[in-house]
């Protein structure tokens, strides 16, 4: 069992910044795929970015890349999502999630439980 806590959600203006993290409990935080998503309401959760389990492989979804950075510290069994250039699109409850990195069908088996990010224009 993996338990996720998200935090560093919050209200920014249009073209800041803001760092979320996500710290998982466990030992074995090292061996997972660990993953970003985020939902707005009448949506459905949409994939943000995703990095290994030992960071070495990292991947975006188009709408982030270049403004969003994903990292992980496995000695703080944390990972991160730097968000920059926020714009009012980006504005979403955003997930982490984690998941067997050996799955070829990248699927996320924990999920924490969401924290909110909202830019304003």
């Known amino acids: 069992q993996v338990q996720l806590v998200e935090s560093g959600g919050g209200l920014v203006q249009a073209g800041g910044s803001l760092r979320l993290s996500c710290a998982a409990s466990g030992r074995t935080f090292s061996r997972y795929r660990m993953g970003w998503f985020r939902q707005t309401p009448g949506k459905e959760r949409e994939f943000v970015a995703r990095?290994?389990?030992?960071?070495?492989?990292?991947a975006y979804s188009d709408s982030v890349k270049g403004r969003f950075a994903i990292s992980r510290d496995n000695a703080k069994n944390t990972v991160y999502l730097q968000m920059n250039s926020l714009k009012p699109e980006d504005t979403a409850v955003y997930y982490c999630?984690?998941?067997?990195?050996?799955?070829?069908?990248?699927?996320?088996?924990?999920w924490g439980q969401g924290t909110q990010v909202t830019v304003s224009s």
């Open positions: 990095i290994s389990s030992n960071g070495g492989s990292t």
């Open positions: 999630a984690a998941g067997y990195d050996g799955d070829a069908f990248l699927r996320y088996n924990y």
